[in-house]
């Protein structure tokens, strides 16, 4: 079976990429990272890309006049080395609308919350102000509002006595290492179909959705 080209885009660490790159590298695994873009030369995540044999690209927000300029250089990389599905993996520049409709159903992103709440930035810090008593991760389809779309996959985590936000953000992102990897494998067999604006996600393997399957590449 072919399996899904995808695209990764970082700014930095990239430990979910890594989550990523550690699931494609079974090859049983339903999709395969052709491309990694970080938007910040040097960033850690590229090292982990380049480390696996994966091709890395930098595309420099400060290069560029504006935000269209920046997203239609994304748009030729990723259209030029195949892309069917792009991750974004702790990308953190706020996509055009235009991009983010011409990647529609066929972009989704990791949020260290369980959505639709605590979006934004300083996720964790803001859980513990509120004093809720569970938190997560949420992988959505990405829309043009941040942090909204229809959800793919959640993973609760309990909020624990004497918690502080490192403490907390360690204990989510181990389980955004695990949905991560779990909401691609689910798109990547064709179970994932948004209507409505829900993600709804069947037990039985089927085709890709139309929006996924590019001929080129
Ligand atoms: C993660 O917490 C992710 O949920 C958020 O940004 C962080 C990226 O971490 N969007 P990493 O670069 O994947 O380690």
């Not at 609308?97 to 989704?108: A, H, K, L, P, Y």
Request: proline share 6%; glycine share 8%.
């Amino acid at each position: 079976m072919a399996r899904l080209r995808v695209g990764v885009l970082i700014s930095g660490r990239g430990s979910n990429l890594q989550a990523l790159i550690d699931a494609c590298a079974d090859p049983a695994f339903p999709a395969e990272i052709r491309l990694v873009i970080s938007n910040v030369p040097g960033a850690p995540g590229l090292a982990r890309a380049e480390r696996a044999g994966i091709r890395t690209d930098i595309i420099d927000h400060k290069q560029f006049p504006d935000r269209e300029s920046f997203d239609a250089a994304l748009d030729l990389a990723l259209d030029g080395a195949g892309i069917e599905l792009v991750c974004l993996a702790g990308f953190m520049r706020l996509l055009t609308d235009g991009f983010v409709e011409r990647w529609r159903d066929r972009m989704i992103n990791i949020h260290p919350s369980l959505l639709p709440a605590f979006k934004g930035v300083k996720v964790h810090e803001r859980v513990l102000a509120a004093g809720v008593r569970f938190t997560g991760c949420t992988v959505h389809f990405v829309r043009p509002a941040m942090d909204e779309g229809p959800i793919i996959v959640q993973s609760v985590v309990a909020v624990l006595p004497g918690d502080y936000a490192a403490r907390l953000a360690e204990r989510v992102l181990a389980e955004e290492h695990k949905i991560y990897p779990l909401a691609l494998r689910l798109i990547a067999e064709g179970r994932v179909r948004v209507t409505d604006e829900r993600a709804e996600i069947s037990d039985t393997v089927g085709p890709v959705p139309a929006a996924l399957s590019n001929p080129t590449g």
